[in-house]
């Protein structure tokens, strides 16, 4: 699918940091920023990851450089700080695209039944998600916010700066397994809108967009089995999605240009925009 562009060019000669660059929808929002003109900041845990995003943006004749990040640890946010401001002298966009739930801190039932409370249960239920596991996937998606955005908002200083957080339609209408994800991406849309108004003084302006269901290396599992055919929770999903289909990552770009660019979207601010397929207007009936 092609690439949508931004309007007369108008990201050209912005620097843009994405976290989370190496993953599936960040590494097509590393790639659209710098086809419109951006240099790009690939941010990543795993720094082969993050590495391989910018080369492939470099090969196609654009400017990035991927550096290795931990979204949940300041001195490593502070160190790749340090590398984006020697390369790009600033931040104008930064994305804050790290997050994700893990398979420690879902339930494998939908429903908590009687049978559950018996001691030699054998599926994992909400009384048997730990502190830990639901206090990993809550840092990673809020945390994972916030951290991030103090460590580069006194680069975007005085440069009319974009914080785009990435938030989940779960955050409107909670799905079954996933209760700390649910919570998590909850917490990312109000601080979305908080940030909003505690930035705007400053001329920074932030919002959010809320995928629906994209197919991810980090979903994958729940959503198809290992023969490739899809799960039970795929067959309810596309029931509840009237498009019935998941989104392809290209179809989030032209929510992410036009929240990019300050011509269009410039009175845009505290906006949490779902790209769901029409699943949040769907009532099944």
Known sequence: MKILKACEKRL??????????????CSVFCRALAENGCAVAVLDLKEESAVSVAQSINEAGGRAFGFAANVLDKQSLAAAYDRVVAEFGGVDILINGAGGNNPRATTDKEYLELCDFEPDHTARTFLDLSKEDIGFVFDLNCLGTLLPTQAFLPAMKGREGVIINITSMNAFRPLTKIPAYSAAKSAVSNLTMWLAVHLSEIGVRVNAIAPGFFVTAQNKDLLYN??????????????????????????????????????????????IIPVDGGFAAYSGV
């Open 226 to 271: 290992g023969d490739g055919t899809p799960t039970e929770r795929t067959e309810k999903i596309l029931r509840g999605t009237p498009m019935r289909r998941f989104g392809e990552p290209e179809e989030l770009v032209g929510t992410l240009l036009y929240l990019c660019d300050g011509s269009a979207s410039g009175f845009v601010n505290g906006a």
């Open 12 to 25: 050209y000669g912005k620097t843009a940091v994405v976290t989370g660059g190496g993953g599936v929808l």
